[in-house]
């Protein structure tokens, strides 16, 4: 158990490298287990959750191998079809094996499960499209069960756009029989980032980058060697990093598109920005107004920088108002940042910030990954020293956090409880 002490008011300065997409290599992860042979992943993020994706994995058979963010996993051997518990119950992301060991042979036991506690998360999208492409599925004792001689194509419709549940049947559906068609299919980077990766592998895949998808089955695919896309939530909270100190840093390693409703908020937020191919930096933080905005699915401005959003809007003078209308218990670091001074009114889904000059330092505690981010955020602004605790939150999604913030100059340090 560590906690962050951070001091405070001090300007960033320099250059800070995003690392890969934690949400784009843990799919990537459970689809190597479709082929036989050797999967190498380059840029993928030490990270907690990473690890137990790679752990969830190996209680399967395959075998691998991480170092200096590159993994090498080999999936010769499937000896086991069950995601056990203790693994899966850390982190929802582990349902992501579940299409794949059904594609490949045939029957997976799979433990519900669990993540961050910012609402309900339901996998009934998932359970329903595996149905759909053949599979027999019940749920017994916190496990999902699920049997199938051959899965075939079928049509999935997503009643609300589902991430995971896309990804899952991107997975599933690249060995089945015939052809499938998934309508409104979500449009993120992460979901483009692995039809690039199963294609490579051999996969017939048309509609990359729409909301329809159609995926003509293969009788094999093959093992290979990919790069994982940059981070563009980790972008997105260091651009606000230096947004709420009001410096002028540099973040690299991004794909600006991946993140271009950032951009455009800030725009309108009167932030003086110079965006290339590669990079984001910011000119200017002088005279930023208040704002309004509503989350949605990519492109959209996304769930996942709303908190931190929200910490560099509670440091504006004037009104804002956020609308989150992906997860209902998004608002869970409010509390603790009103501890910082700042002034928030939660009602349902709507935040109202009257923002302030300066936030205050305050011992403060990370409820889960971006409501901790957020915390962050305001205590590198805040007067004086706060103390953040729970900080294994913020772990699960930012590789080495501590270190990029002191290299551009923030008086942080990771101390043993």
Known sequence: MYRFIIKGGKELSGKVKVSGSKNAALPLIA???????RTILHNVPDLKDIQTMLKVVHTLGPIFHFENNKIIIDTTHIKSHVAPYELVKTMRASIYVLGPLLARVGK??????GGCAIGPRPINFHIEAMKKLGARISIKEGFVHARTSKLKGAEIYFEKVSVGATANVLMASVLARGKTVIKDAALEPEIGNLITFLKKMGADIQGKDTDTIIVNGVDNLKPVEYTVIPDRIEAGTFILAGVITRSNITVENIHPTHIRSLIDVLERMNIK??????????RSCSDIRPIDIKTAPYPGFPTDLQPQLGAVLAAVPGISVINETIFENRYTHVPELIRMGSDIDVEDHIAIIRGKKRLTGAPVMASDLR??????????????????QRVYHIDRGYE?????????????ERVKN
């Open 371 to 388: 409501g901790g981010a957020a915390l962050v955020l305001a205590a590198l602004a805040a007067k004086g020293e706060s103390v953040i």
């Open 31 to 37: 689809a190597s287990l479709l082929a036989k042979g």
């Open 108 to 113: 997976a036991k799979v433990s519900l499960p």
């Open 273 to 282: 920005l110079k965006v290339t191919d590669d990079s984001v930096k910011i």
């Open 400 to 412: 080495k956090i501590e270190s990029k913030l002191k290299n551009l100059g923030a008086r942080i």
